[in-house]
């Protein structure tokens, strides 16, 4: 074979002609010695982790409590002055970390505990994740009431890992926790058969708007589901009341439960009735689910249950709306009315976690939905889409996202809307005339976004649908 004897390069130096070269004199000698660096054997990073498999201490799983001063810094690493059931939990889930929220450290740190070393700050925003001595788990359980760890935290908190959060004591939290560390083994939900319930008072009422947004959609996708089809049980408009959602529960033993209608905020003038019936849902005759009522013919037994409906998960003591509506209106009076009740969750998901069969997660909301961050008001276009992803695609797969993990692009949309606040504070600024309602667009969404809370374990995931 003849081999050619002159290389050229794509270099132009200015100088006409092509920069090329006859081999030279030695380059036999230059083609057998070694010159090019050795390659590590990983050509490649590695595979990405499977953010699903919390147990993997690139993922990990982790506990936040209250500070307690009072106990030594080896036992707070090992959450002894929790409740039993909890300590417990941290030591069966290879002695998890445990975190602790501390009022100064402003949402930006949680601090670790260790057994042999002294304490450390974590940061919530840019620490590496995973189980590791500076690392922040994907995946933390709040055990306190919003008074002793405040919902802003979570709200903080959900913008950086998958959390969910615990209010329970003595016999409702064993019983929790006795089913999650058994992942709800013998549980009689059935995946097969959601319940989707949607309450419909027509046009103007922000009800009619929720069906189409959210329930509508949601039963779509699960009624177009091979594996679920006819398995879906839909109660709307006339349906929806709460006699046949009760008796629609215990007869199907549904795995999923997606409500939509109004949350109980009253009566205003009679604050302990308030607080007793806070976030209670409403169905279309305007009777309420009372939640002891329900358990009496009904064991969650491992359902997930999405509420979109105000005050469905708690109350916090200050409204984040202050300002937005007019002094005295309806609106006004009633969301400094449920302030005033100070942070709490409420008694539905709280009775339903802590039942003699557990629910494994409640999603709700803490402050109210306003129908313009339901759809865009200019085009009309449904902007909910991320939660009908969460609820059927990503928590329908072949192997089912942990409901922290299903629900994380709805908390992204928090950081992308303040984004778009802050470019609008910027039009301001500048003198564009359109830029204050699309900063007030903007901001309401993100509040509406992040008020959203998940109540139990994040790990918690769906059973897998039969094959």
């Not at 069966?92 to 700050?121: G, I, S």
């Not at 419909?200 to 959609?217: E, S, V």
């Not at 803490?366 to 865009?376: A, G, I, K, M």
Request: charged share 20%.
């Amino acid at each position: 074979m003849n081999w050619p004897t002159t290389l050229t390069i794509n270099a132009w130096t200015g100088t006409p002609g092509l920069p090329n070269s006859n081999l030279g004199a030695h380059a036999s000698a230059w083609a057998v010695k070694p010159r090019i660096r050795e390659v590590p054997r990983m050509l490649a990073a590695a595979e990405p982790v499977d953010l699903r498999d919390w147990q993997d201490a690139r993922v990990g799983w982790g506990l936040v409590l209250p500070d307690n001063d009072t106990v030594s810094e080896k036992d707070r690493s090992l959450a002894l002055d929790a409740p039993d059931s909890l300590a417990q939990l941290v030591a069966a889930r290879n002695q998890a970390p445990v975190f602790r929220f501390r009022a100064e450290l402003n949402h930006r740190f949680l601090r670790r505990y260790y057994v042999d070393r002294p304490p450390r700050d974590i940061a919530i925003s840019g620490s590496p994740r995973g189980t590791g001595e500076k690392s922040l788990p994907r995946y933390l359980l709040i055990y306190g009431t919003p008074q002793e760890i405040p919902w802003s935290l979570q709200y903080v908190l959900n913008s950086a890992v998958f959390v969910g959060r615990l209010d329970l004591e003595e016999e409702s939290l064993d019983r929790y926790v006795a089913a999650l560390r058994k992942d709800w083994s013998g549980a009689t939900c059935r995946p097969e058969a959601p319940v989707v319930w949607t309450v419909d008072h027509g046009q103007p009422d922000i009800t009619w708007l929720m069906r189409r947004a959210i329930a509508a959609p949601v039963a779509d996708q699960l009624s177009g589901d091979n594996q679920i089809g006819s398995g879906l049980r839909l109660l709307a408009g006339t349906d929806a009341t709460t006699q046949k959602l009760t008796q629609t529960l215990a007869a199907r033993q549904p795995a999923l439960i997606v409500t939509t209608s109004h949350g109980m905020t009253g009566p205003l003038a009679n604050p302990p009735l308030m607080t007793r019936q806070l976030g209670w849902l409403v169905d279309d005759d305007f009777t309420l689910l009372d939640p002891t009522s329900l358990l009496a013919g009904w064991q969650p037994d491992g359902a997930i249950w999405y509420a979109h409906a105000c005050c469905s998960a708690g109350c916090d003591d200050q409204t984040s709306y202050r300002g937005l509506v007019e002094a005295g209106s309806s609106v006004e009076q009633t969301l400094s009315a449920v302030a005033a009740l100070g942070a709490r969750v409420a008694p539905l998901p709280r009775q339903l976690l802590g039942a003699e069969k557990p629910l494994r997660a409640f999603i709700g909301q803490v402050e109210p939905t306003f129908d313009w961050t339901l759809r865009q008001p200019e085009t009309g276009q449904v902007l909910t889409t991320s939660l009908q992803n969460a609820l059927y695609q990503r928590m329908h797969r072949q192997r089912p996202e942990p409901v922290g993990l299903a629900f994380e692009e709805c908390y992204r949309h928090v950081g992308e809307l303040f984004a778009q606040w802050n470019q609008a504070l910027r039009q301001i600024a500048e003198g564009n005339s359109g830029a204050s309602l699309a900063a007030l667009r903007s901001q309401l969404t993100a509040l509406d976004r992040q008020s959203m809370v998940i109540l139990g374990d994040p790990t918690a995931c769906l059973p897998p649908l039969s094959p």
